[in-house]
């Protein structure tokens, strides 16, 4: 029981991680309608700049924890917010009109040009840093076993509900949400009422990569190390956190997201290691056989 | 800072008539301010695991300011060049004379590229390097052709097509180390399973179409290469397997000594005989991939594909059979993948999960779609410029991806629709014809 408490709250917290890079997916798949594969590289890129500002703030000799996480939080969300848009401008708002397959190979293309940007610019080496927030509690001790709640862990999961509510309110109350909910509804209609279309859509861009961003420096905290090919594996499974939880939609993008990190820390525990992504991709073949709009998608007509 | 970009957008798109210089250079002026900020910490900063292990950095600001200025640099000339070749959709008339002379062009090249490719062998008999690339190149088209059946023909969008080929390639490798099969047995085998597991990728993937298809073949890929690995009993793990056997002539083996084909035709041996008949066996299996393919569309399996790929709705509605006619494309396609990956183990002598990763997946499906999604002559143009490309560019290993995937954003805006837009059906009608209005009752039908 204790085993499985624990497993329970590293499922959780890397569920979070994978939640924010869903929403990322999901919201431009709702509203473009293209998975954004270079996503999964934004998170990476989030990471990697977390990583970078982070040096920097303590090589000049702050010290105060809270005020560096602020800083190096807001950095990299703003920054790789900036790599989100300049993605959407060079290689996807040209291709918008264009025939379903051309952006989604520009988006393959992307991805490849990011990692291997990150590649050539910072070394093929896993990049370690020393654990930055320590400590915790431990929640229950039975038989020598302990489940601990650590201080990271909180502060993923705080981080993610915090966020998650930023975002909620602003789809549900804004200006700026209220354009993002027309144009997945109707892009031309919404431009004839006089919606910026292509400023919505790129701000999708920026806020799904901010997002990112922010599951990249939890990343960081949470495992302690970056590394350039990290976005591939951690963006297929963010992709099919979304379209398990439904794609288009954001509550699901985060239920997909629990879902996938407790399949796959469970897995991890009680079967085999190697075959944890198996697991997770199995999942998401099975669960498309037998619900293939999700669990809080809705069903899609398609007409002649 | 993203606010101040994002609401210069809109002027960027509207272009003027006749922009000025002052334009030019605030379009620049903002593009290298958006790369300063993009490159500041990713090109300004260098970080490096330390000797002892804890990350120290240091700082690049000469290739920050390069970057740049390039940036700077580029934006202006992409501008002047936009301005030069007019607005975007303009249409260009070619003079008559010039089309038919391109129409004759278009016909003729593939007689010629077909019958230089039976020549590459004679002509470049001492140059190795050219024969091995000119069998790396062949592969590729042969993939390729493999993968158009799904994705040109049919238009189900594959992205572990990469999971076929290993398929075939174990199956051979396995076969022929652990039980001494040889590769003409094996190649049919390699062959069978491949098609196999395609059928087994088809079943799940019916119900799902468009994106969704995309994302569950790409796991499946996934799931294969992550099975070799860890499936260390059967498949050697991520050590791979070595030593497979090399093809023979026909059960004669290509050696030196009395048992050789070379002995046997009374001629000197040469290790260059097996590489020429390497080549020769990639271009006979690309070419029945091909010839399998040009006929299979006459047929009525290959009218339903793309009839498929057209609309599926439409198609059903027509009584065609979704289920057998996806299936047997993802069979068919999964085949020739299989018969590239035995040939490519039997080329290697080696086979590891390496050589099996998305990034082949998504080479060959650019290869398909940068031919033109349908064309057979665009999809083998499309792997000689990619390969061709690709080695080009060997020099600058760490850089070589990254080309890679320029390249590939690059070509999608260039020509979203491939190099050879080729999608019209095979067969249609010839005459529209017109239906009298006694026959409908709104007029013109």
Known sequence: ??????????????????????????????IVGMINFAHGDIFMIGGFIALISFLILVSIGL???????????????????????????????????????????????????????????QG????????????????????????????????VV??????????????????????MRACEQDQTMAALLGVDVDRTISMTFVIGAALAAVAGMMYLLYYGLVDFYMGFVAGIKAFTAAVLGGIGSLPGAMLGGLAIGLIETLWSAYFSVEYKDVAAFSILIIVLIFLPTGLLGRPEVEKV | MGDGVTTAAPALTQIPRAPGIAFILKKALISALVALVLFSL????????????????????????????????????????????????????????LQSTLAVARRGIAPVLLIFTFLVPVIFYDQRYILDLGILVLTYVMLGWGLN????????????????????????????????LSFWVCLPLAGILAAFWGMMLGFPVLRLRGDYLAIVTLAFGEIIRLVIINWQSLTGGPNGVSGIPRPTFFGIPLVPGPDGLAAKLGIEFSPTHRIVFLFYLILGLALLTNWVTIRLRRLPIGRAWEALRE?????????????????????TGAMFG????????????????????FQESALVLAIVVLGGMGSQLGVALAALTMIGGFELFRGLEQYRMLVFGVAMVLLMIWRPRGLIGHRAPTVFLRHSQAISSDLVKEGHG
Request: glycine share 10%; charged share 10%; with cysteine.
């Open chain 1, 1 to 30: 029981m204790d085993y499985f408490a624990q497993q329970l709250i590293n499922g959780i917290v890397l569920g979070s991680i994978y939640g924010l890079i869903a929403i990322g997916y999901t919201m431009v798949y709702g």
């Open chain 1, 63 to 121: 010290t105060v924890v809270p005020v560096i996480l602020l800083i190096v939080l807001l950095v990299s969300m703003a920054i790789t917010a900036l790599y989100g848009w300049t993605v959407e401008r060079i290689a996807y708002r040209p291709l918008r009109h264009s025939f379903r397959l051309a952006p989604m190979l520009s988006a393959i293309g992307m991805s490849f040009v990011l990692s291997n940007y990150s590649q050539v610019a």
């Open chain 1, 124 to 155: 093929a080496r896993v990049k370690p840093v020393p654990p930055i927030i320590t400590g915790g509690y431990t929640l229950l001790e039975q038989n020598g076993f302990v489940v601990r709640l650590s201080n990271v862990q909180i502060i």
């Open chain 1, 158 to 179: 705080v981080t993610t509900i915090v966020l998650l509510a930023i975002f909620t309110w602003l789809v549900a109350r804004t200006r700026l949400g209220r354009d």
């Open chain 2, 42 to 97: 990713m090109i300004g900063i260098r970080t490096e695991a330390g000797p002892t292990g804890q990350l120290i950095y240091w700082t690049r600001f000469g290739d920050l300011a390069a970057m740049v200025a390039a940036v700077f640099g580029g934006s202006i000339i992409v501008e002047l060049l936009r301005q030069w070749w007019g607005p975007v959709g303009t249409i260009r008339i070619i003079p008559p004379r």
């Open chain 2, 149 to 180: 059946v799904v994705v040109g023909l049919a238009g189900l969008l594959d992205l572990g097509y990469v999971a076929f080929y290993a398929v075939g390639a174990y199956s051979y490798a396995l076969l022929a180390t652990n039980f001494g």
């Open chain 2, 311 to 331: 609309d599926e709705v439409a198609c059903r509605a027509l009584g065609i059979n979704i289920t057998t006619t996806k299936l047997t494309a993802f069979a």
């Open chain 2, 338 to 357: 299989g018969f590239a990956g035995a040939f490519f183990a039997t080329r290697q002598g080696f086979i590891s999960p390496e050589s099996f990763t």
